[in-house]
Nanobody
Framework: QVQLVESGGGLVQAGGSLRLSCAASGRTFSTYAMGWFRQATGKEREFVAAISGSGYYTYYADSVKGRFTISRDNAKNTVYLQMNSLKPEDTAVYYC????????WGQGTQVTVSS
């Protein structure tokens, strides 16, 4: 059974940066495209970014393009999300999953951006 553990969230001022990590276990990690998703209070979970198994291809939601960077280290079974120029509207719980969101969800990590 796959397990996903997100970390790295926190409280940051607008314009600041955070780096999220997601450690995965229970799967042959490098064969799966991975994604980051987020859910703000009262809203549905939405796609943020995805990365191919090799790390060569990346995809971003328009709302984060140019500010966020997804990467992965297959040797560590870990995927990262570098978030720069954060905005209050980025406030949400952030989750990682397969790019289709088909695995059991982890607990997520809270990101709060103050104005």
């Amino acid at each position: 059974q796959v397990q996903l553990v997100e970390s790295g969230g926190g409280l940051v001022q607008a314009g600041g940066s955070l780096r999220l990590s997601c450690a995965a276990s229970g799967r042959t990690f490098s064969t799966y495209a991975m994604g980051w998703f987020r859910q703000a209070t009262g809203k549905e979970r939405e796609f943020v970014a995805a990365i191919s198994g090799s790390g060569y291809y990346t995809y971003y939601a328009d709302s984060v393009k140019g500010r966020f960077t997804i990467s992965r280290d297959n040797a560590k079974n870990t995927v990262y999300l570098q978030m720069n120029s954060l905005k209050p509207e980025d406030t949400a719980v952030y989750y990682c999953n397969s790019d289709g969101g088909t695995w059991p969800w982890g607990q997520g990590t809270q990101v709060t951006v103050s104005s």
